[in-house]
């Protein structure tokens, strides 16, 4: 059974810090690209970061770029999100995202930005 399963969640204030992480399973993680997307209360799917099978590319939303870090680590078949200097607009669901052979999607961790 194939399965992304994010944590890492939470409520955070403005300029503070999360690092999300979505562990996958039952399908060969390596090969596949990740990304994580968002969604805010009441509006669409965003795109925040990807990153390549091996790790070596990224590229991130001019939104988050130069505050959110994505890695992933293989061997552990996790994919990570460091994000810094979190602001109110980061309020969303963060979602992991699997793209290869086929799509994957996760249940989704809730960030909530706010003082």
């Known amino acids: 059974e194939v399965q992304l399963v994010e944590s890492g969640g939470g409520l955070v204030q403005p300029g503070g810090s999360l690092r999300l992480s979505c562990a996958a399973s039952?399908?060969?993680?390596?090969?596949?690209?990740m990304s994580w997307v968002r969604q805010a209360p009441g509006k669409g799917l965003e795109w925040v970061s990807a990153?390549?099978?091996?790790?070596?590319?990224?590229s991130y939303a001019d939104s988050v770029k130069g505050r959110f870090t994505i890695s992933r680590d293989n061997a552990k078949n996790t994919l990570y999100l460091q994000m810094n200097s979190l602001k109110p607009e980061d309020t969303a669901v963060y979602y992991c995202?699997?793209?290869?052979?086929?799509?994957?999607w996760g249940q989704g961790t809730q960030v909530t930005v706010s003082s």
């Open positions: 995202n699997a793209r290869g052979v086929s799509i994957y």
């Open positions: 039952g399908f060969t993680f390596s090969s596949y690209a």
């Open positions: 990153i390549n099978s091996g790790g070596g590319s990224t």
